[in-house]
């Protein structure tokens, strides 16, 4: 089994910054893909970015490219989001996930989450 425990969400003003951690604990060693998604109020959870663990190979939603990134320490016990430029529509609860398969930005592919993290951005 994977623990997967977020933190670092708050408030901030439009153009403001955050990082997200995604620590990692218990059956880590075949983890192959740690990925961050979000949920806003009333809305679907959507992929943010992906990292593949092996070949250190990202992947990220159209609506963050340029303004998130994705990242992990040498042992791969915590993934990072920094988040920059925010905008009010990145108001969500963001969760990490995990899985021993493919990335992707896929909620379907991953059977490890974490309990979230709630980011607010106003304007």
């Known amino acids: 089994q994977v623990q997967l425990a977020e933190s670092g969400g708050g408030s901030v003003q439009t153009g403001g910054s955050l990082r997200l951690s995604c620590a990692a604990s218990g059956t880590t060693d075949n983890i192959f893909c740690i990925s961050w998604f979000r949920q806003a109020p009333g809305k679907e959870r959507e992929g943010v970015a992906t990292?593949?663990?092996?070949?250190?190979?990202?992947n990220y939603a159209d609506s963050v490219k340029g303004r998130f990134t994705i990242s992990k320490d040498k042992a791969m016990d915590t993934v990072y989001l920094q988040m920059s430029s925010l905008k009010p529509e990145d108001t969500g609860m963001y969760y990490c996930?995990?899985?021993?398969?493919?990335?992707?930005?896929?909620?379907?592919?991953?059977?490890?989450w974490g309990q979230g993290t709630q980011v607010t951005v106003s304007s």
């Open positions: 996930a995990a899985n021993h398969g493919g990335c992707g930005l896929d909620d379907w592919r991953y059977n490890f």
């Open positions: 990292l593949d663990t092996i070949g250190t190979h990202t």
